[in-house]
């Protein structure tokens, strides 16, 4: 009695555990719909703001002004782009290198927009648009140090980066026996160097020369562009519309004069569409 008493017990606690599991099946689909269903294209265009993040501290393409307000390169860039894909505001996100990848496949923001060098390791994660700067990479030192001018200069010494750059990777992997340190973004790498804090740093020659000037640091670039890197913004994979809305927007900012108003207004008067003119096809796309 007490046996079929239970299989009758279970026999009507069967539908209410069908009801259960449809349901979290159901919100469950609802949840990785709302986020993952579609063309970035379309969830940024319903949403009406586009989620950009950067780094807010790499002057000058994108670093708080004295009103705590994003500026710069990167984020007249991103407005540009914004306006040009027909939507109507841009919500600037703090993060760093080490976490941009991840912010863009946990969608916590929708594209970086911070000079981000194209990798074939970062393809295999997310999709790259168009380059639409080039940066190249030198070292720098204390101003009057002679005896650093290569990599090979460098061995045995300590070396500055910012964390999670390909400036990091460079140096982890053709400086040999090189005492690595990580810095939260290029200022405070290049304040430590001026105090004797590190021997050397890597870093964009631009920047640091920019960096140097802006903050009276008594360091200076020293030897040749160790390579130019290819920056290009970066977003989730399998949106091919949203690429080509993307590609597009930059491909009429090259054509019709804005990459070179918006780069010769914050980079120097460097003309940024003749710096990616000098590409070879195969990169420049």
Request: glycine share 8%.
């Amino acid at each position: 009695m007490a046996k079929f008493q239970r299989s009758r017990s279970i026999r009507r606690l069967l539908p209410l555990l069908s009801g259960l599991i449809a349901l979290v099946a159901g919100t469950t689909a609802c949840s990785t719909g709302a986020q993952g269903s579609g063309d970035l294209l379309d969830r940024v265009r319903e949403s009406g703001t586009l989620r950009v993040a950067n780094t807010q501290a790499n002057p000058p393409w994108n670093f708080l002004d004295e009103a705590s307000q994003p500026v710069g390169y990167d984020v007249d860039v991103a407005n540009e782009l914004a306006r040009r894909l027909g939507v109507a505001e841009v919500e600037f996100i703090p993060s760093n290198f080490q976490s941009f990848i991840e912010g863009v496949r946990a969608d916590r923001f929708d594209m970086v927009i911070s000079g981000q060098t194209i990798t074939d390791e970062r393809r295999e994660q997310v999709d790259f648009s168009r380059p639409y700067q080039v940066n190249g990479v030198s070292i720098f030192v204390q101003a009057g140090e002679s005896s650093i001018a290569t990599l090979a200069d460098l061995a045995g010494r300590s070396v500055g980066v910012s964390a999670g750059t390909t400036q990091e990777k460079m140096a982890r992997e053709q400086i040999d026996d090189a005492d690595v340190r990580t810095y939260q973004n290029a200022t405070l790498a290049l304040t430590d160097l001026s105090r004797g804090g590190v021997d050397a740093m890597l870093v964009s020659r631009f920047q640091g020369t920019f960096l140097a000037e802006q903050n009276d640091l008594p360091v200076e670039p020293a030897g040749e562009l160790l390579e130019r890197e290819v920056n290009a913004m970066t977003f989730q994979k399998d949106s091919p519309r949203f690429k080509q809305a993307v590609d597009e927007a930059l491909a009429a900012m090259i054509e019709d004069g804005t990459l070179t108003r918006l780069s010769e207004r914050w980079l120097g008067g460097l003309d940024m569409a003749a710096e990616l003119a000098k590409l070879p096809a195969d990169q420049n796309r």
